[in-house]
């Protein structure tokens, strides 16, 4: 036999579980729309680029801690260059062959925030290269897809058409502080333009 109290006890439990059955079937689902993942501070990524049928492979050295980002670009067939940018708005293009190129610009912003996929337009889900993303519209610059599983990058895609493939994301790798000094040629006033 059940006593009186411990009795009365089980049916508040009952109803209140049943009562919270009803508010489950009852409540619209509050599902949040998923956000891309914020960037590590620092990670290496090989990216395979197409540009209209001109493909790169890029070295990408993501570094916001400091405050420095590297783009070493191999053109098909073509020559190694390095675009090395600033958190101060200085771009330095250049090449490290024997014709000595190098190229300064100075842009209003720096590299790209962590964060910088914040207001991101979610427009559902793809199946891309045999992942399946979350993709994003980065309004008046790209489009973002990005594995649901990994929530790595796994592709995006700018209106100009140039498409950049991600094929290693290595989050916490750091080059070297050597590899990040520009030639002197770049501290010189003469400049010749990279080609
Ligand atoms: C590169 O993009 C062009 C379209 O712009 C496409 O025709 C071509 O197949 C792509 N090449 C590769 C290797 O993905
Ligand atoms: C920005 O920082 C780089 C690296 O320290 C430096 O070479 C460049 O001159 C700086 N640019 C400006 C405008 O201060």
Known sequence: MVSKPLHSFIVILLVLSAG???AAVNEPELEMEPVPA???EQFHALMLMNKSGALEIVDLWYDWVNGRNFNIIQKQ???LTYDLEWNN???FYYTLDASRTCRT????VGILRPNWLDGAKYLGQRHVNG???NVWEKVEFLWYYED???KRPVQWIFYTGREAHVMTFDVGAVLEDEK???PVYCFHNEKKEVQ
């Open 20 to 22: 919270d059955k009803t």
């Open 38 to 40: 914020v960037w590590p």
């Open 77 to 79: 067939l073509g020559k």
């Open 89 to 91: 708005g200085t771009s």
């Open 105 to 108: 610009v100075h842009f209003e």
């Open 131 to 133: 992942f399946l993303c």
């Open 148 to 150: 649901i599983v990994t």
């Open 180 to 182: 990040w000094q520009a």
